[in-house]
């Protein structure tokens, strides 16, 4: 039997939930409707591990609200990136100005 593939629902509002799915929701459509909008694909890390995180690409120019879980996951990705590959370190300060707004999807990273 296949290893399910955690996700992992962010909204705005604060409200998370995790589901195991057989396969990754990779349909553009079903995220594009979690998401609210076009999606574009960013990265995330929840509870120690890393995700695929799918957000809305305008959620910022539709002044979505703030994700302040998901703004989290994104930078802690980042941190724990930097952490890793001290010879192709990111931006600490551009990091920390980013935010992600609106709805998201993590998805388990799986090799």
């Known amino acids: 039997?296949?290893?399910?593939?955690?996700?992992?629902?962010?909204?705005?509002?604060?409200?998370?939930?995790?589901?195991?799915?057989p396969?990754?929701?990779?349909?553009?459509?079903?995220?594009?409707?979690?998401?609210?909008?076009y999606i574009e694909l960013a990265q995330g890390r929840w509870d120690g591990k890393n995700y695929d995180m799918w957000v809305d690409e305008e959620g910022l120019l539709k002044r979505k609200e703030k994700n302040n879980k998901a703004t989290q996951a994104y930078q802690s990705y980042w941190h724990w990136y930097n952490n890793n590959n001290p010879s192709d370190v990111r931006d600490v300060k551009d990091i920390n100005r980013r935010s992600i707004c609106g709805n998201v999807v993590l998805t388990e990273v799986t090799s």
């Open 1 to 21: 039997m296949a290893k399910e593939v955690n996700h992992v629902f962010i909204w705005s509002s604060g409200l998370h939930f995790e589901k195991k799915f």
């Open 23 to 37: 396969k990754k929701i990779e349909d553009l459509k079903h995220l594009q409707g979690i998401v609210g909008g």
